[in-house]
């Protein structure tokens, strides 16, 4: 099978960073930064996106844009 270049891209997550109560991956292709926050039970856990200061508000992951791969 020849590889094939795909328009949606994937986030390519670095190592995960554990805290105490949170881990963080940082995307090595757009930068933004995966946060799993945890405050304890089944269902205090959640996912935060953000890139630079700003958090991203979405229900689910955002598309990667490769940006780092583009000026590259
Ligand atoms: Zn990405």
């Known amino acids: 099978m020849k ?5 949606s891209t994937r986030h390519k997550w ?9 881990t963080e991956q940082q995307c090595s292709r757009c930068d ?10 089944p269902a205090g856990y959640w996912d935060e996106f953000w890139r630079g200061e700003e958090r991203i508000h979405c229900t689910a992951t ?5 940006r780092r791969e583009v000026t590259a």
């Open 3 to 7: 590889a094939s270049r795909k328009s």
């Open 14 to 22: 670095g190592e995960k960073v554990r805290f105490p109560l949170k």
């Open 32 to 41: 933004m930064v995966k946060v799993g926050r945890r405050e304890g039970g």
């Open 62 to 66: 955002p598309a990667c844009d490769a």
